[in-house]
């Protein structure tokens, strides 16, 4: 029996199809990311030092700064390369996500193909400063 074999173009895996599993990917990362923050938060003493708006502060964006204006003694466990680069994969992941929201509401109103290439090629172009930016102050400030 000879098997059938159907090109990827045929399948339907293009770039809409690959930027809808990267919208569901950079959902999921960000929740991942968002409970690595909450668990550690809560291991290294929020649970007493902070109260809730702190805590959800901190889970959402792991900045030392957050845990400035708490009851916690000691900031250093709060200020390592490991919640840095946490903080840094977050806003990564949500500025890629808000913009392809962004690039997704766009297109649906437009109709020609060398505009829609144009803006892919734009948002991509915000991406990169946009993620430099936010890494450049979690790192510096």
Known sequence: M???????????????????????????????????????????????????ADVIRWTFMPNANHVLGTDVPDIAPWATLFWKLTASAFVCFAAAHGLHGLLSVIEDYLTLPWLRRALRILIIVLWLPLCAIGIYLIFNV
Request: proline residues 0%; without cysteine; hydrophobic residues 55%.
């Open 2 to 52: 000879k098997r059938r074999t159907i090109s990827i173009s045929k399948r339907g895996f293009d770039f809409e199809t690959l930027m809808w599993a990267f919208t569901r990917l950079s959902a999921l990362a960000m929740y991942l990311l968002a409970f690595i923050a909450l668990a550690g938060a809560l291991l290294m003493g929020a649970r007493t030092q902070m109260n809730l």
